[in-house]
Antibody, heavy 125, light 112 residues
């Protein structure tokens, strides 16, 4: 069973960098065919897709955050990372990491089958 | 970006009765491989979202068969044949056809 666990500071000061780690167990971030994601949820609100990384390092980001976000991976540690720069109070949210189904229809399915429990990050002024 | 809408946004239900949620996308979600890249998730209170239905109509592993997904193109439906107590929460649809992947606003299902 694949498990994902987010970790990092729960409090970040405005204008600083939010840095989170997702540790994968029961599987491998170096496994081909899967994409690894960051999604966030503002308090009491819906879900926002931040971006993904493929094990090879290919990334894709939400244009609404693109200039402030990087996602990276360390396959040797089975971890992937989120860095969100120049944060403001609007970045206060629960941040989730997730993995997709991989190949399911002869092509990749980006359905998010494994999720971490989420970590609340509060941006303080 | 593809905009996702859901209706209703709130759905009071009666245990044992059927329920239905609609999801609509601003563009067709039909992939060139013939599948619709539309998923359904349930976020139970205090939990992470869990995948229920992928590519429109396929139940994820471990999902009870009272859940079913249908639709094609821009119009999709999640149906629960008989609602059970464990089904309360917020249901989201998500399109995985075009980045940025986008979610619907959510439909809150709770008991009357």
């Amino acid at each position: 069973q694949v498990r994902l666990q987010e970790s990092g500071p729960g409090l970040v000061k405005a204008s600083q960098t939010l840095s989170l780690t997702c540790t994968v167990s029961g599987g491998s971030s170096s496994s081909g065919g899967y994409y690894w994601y960051w999604i966030r949820q503002h308090p009491g609100k819906g879900l926002e897709w931040i971006g993904y990384i493929y094990y090879s390092g290919t990334t894709h980001y939400n244009p609404s955050l693109k200039s402030r976000v990087t996602i990276s991976v360390d396959t040797s540690k089975n971890q992937f990372f989120l860095n969100l720069y120049s944060v403001t109070a609007a970045d206060t949210a629960v941040y989730y990491c997730a993995r997709d189904l991989g190949y399911c229809t002869g092509s990749n399915c980006y359905s998010l089958v494994y999720w971490g429990r989420g970590i609340l990050v509060t941006v303080s002024s | 970006d593809i905009v996702m809408t859901q209706s209703p946004l709130s759905l009071p239900v009666t245990p044992g009765e059927p329920a239905s949620i609609s999801c609509r996308s601003s563009q067709s979600l039909l992939h060139s491989n013939g599948y619709n890249y539309l998923d359904w998730y349930l976020q139970k209170p205090g939990q992470s979202p869990q995948l229920l239905i992928y590519v429109g109509s396929y139940r994820a592993s471990g999902v009870p068969d009272r859940f079913s997904g249908s639709g094609s193109g821009t119009d999709f439906t999640l149906q629960i044949s008989r609602v059970e107590a464990e089904d309360v929460g917020v249901y989201y649809c998500m399109q995985g056809l075009q980045t940025p992947f986008t979610f619907g606003p959510g439909t809150k299902v709770d008991f009357k």
